[in-house]
């Protein structure tokens, strides 16, 4: 069989952990989750900021949400986390993998400290929120519809141009480890997707930056999009693809066009991403001049 069983609404009445949830996609992950019925765990090392967001889901419902301090780098936790849904509710339907951080800059200037840190939230929180979840929704797929799980990486996972190096590494892990489990997750009746988005309107274009480096800059023209996307925009995506048991959301149109010609002509697409690279250094030493050293 290799066919997943889908239930007619993923989400309704449906036990939810979005990581990450006290910000940008994440919280417009958990307003479209509660919106559409879900009881959703908003977890987030930010406790203050998780509370905020799911007092005020909660507050218009359908669904419900509740806020939990969550470190997606250590592994008890989350499984702690995990295994709390299931006893409190007899299951977990959905996790969102979407706490994510990011370094932008000359990849000379990360040291050691930094290549851990992106590499233990970006792949290790997502491979924890796998290893802690994973087994309950094999187990759920027994009996029908085991559930799914929907990793948030990046048009960074899909393409690869410099200044954010350490981004795309763990995109890409990010992606392989979402395509390839979804391949062995259907025949148990569990869904996986993967969200590859390109610039989003959150917190997270200001941060992580290194010397002259300027997130909102970069990854507007790095994908050839206008503006960033709207997180709810996003969300309300995020979910149909989920109920339409999609691989993968590319998303905005013009990232999903740039995306297949890189696929069609991969060494075009590099001379492009060198071209850009380079680019980018040029205006950021031109900002740099314009403020006076200061940027
Ligand atoms: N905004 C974009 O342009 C964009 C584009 C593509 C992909 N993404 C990805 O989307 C995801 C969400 O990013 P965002 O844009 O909403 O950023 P954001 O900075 O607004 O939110 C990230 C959240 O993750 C939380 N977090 C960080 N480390 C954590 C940890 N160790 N444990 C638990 N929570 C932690 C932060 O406290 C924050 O609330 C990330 O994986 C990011 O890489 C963002």
Redesign the pocket.
């Known amino acids: 069989m290799t066919r997943t069983v889908r239930p007619e609404d993923p989400f309704t009445d449906r036990q939810a952990l979005v990581?990450?949830g006290?910000?940008?996609?994440?919280a417009a992950l958990v307003r479209a989750l509660v919106d559409a019925g879900a009881h959703v765990v908003v977890?987030?090392?930010?406790e203050l900021?998780a509370q905020r967001v799911a007092d005020a889901a909660g507050a218009t419902g359908p669904g419900t949400a509740r806020a939990l301090r969550?470190?997606?780098?250590d592994a008890d936790a989350v499984r702690a986390a995990v295994d709390d849904v299931v006893a409190r509710a007899g299951r977990i339907d959905l996790l969102f993998n979407?706490?994510?951080?990011?370094f932008g800059g000359e990849t000379e200037d990360l040291t050691p400290e930094h290549w851990d840190a992106i590499i233990d939230?970006?792949i290790r929180?997502v491979v924890h929120g796998v290893a802690a979840a994973y087994p309950h929704l094999v187990r759920q797929g027994r009996d029908g519809w085991g559930g799914h799980v929907v990793n948030?990486?990046?048009?960074?996972g899909l393409m690869a141009a410099g200044l954010i190096t350490s981004?795309v590494m763990t995109?890409h892990a990010v992606v392989g480890l979402s395509l390839a489990l979804r391949t062995e997750a259907a025949a148990k009746n569990v869904g996986v997707t993967v969200l590859c988005?390109?610039?989003?309107e959150?917190?997270?274009?200001e941060?992580g930056h290194l010397g002259r480096f300027h997130g909102r800059d970069y990854?507007l023209k790095g994908q050839g999009v206008r503006r960033?996307l709207d997180?709810d925009v996003l969300a309300a995506e995020a979910l149909a693809a989920v109920a339409a048991d999609r691989p993968m959301l590319v998303t905005p149109r013009p990232a999903r066009i740039a995306w297949r010609v890189g696929r069609l002509a991969p060494a075009f697409a590099n001379r492009a991403a060198t071209r850009f690279v380079a680019k980018q250094r040029r205006l950021q030493a031109r900002r740099a001049d314009r403020s006076g050293g200061r940027a």
């Open positions: 990581t990450g006290g910000s940008g996609i994440g977890a987030d090392l930010d900021a969550l470190d997606v780098t979407n706490a994510g951080i990011t939230v970006n929180g948030t990486a990046s048009m960074g981004y995109k988005p390109a610039a989003v959150t917190p997270i274009l941060k990854y960033p997180p």
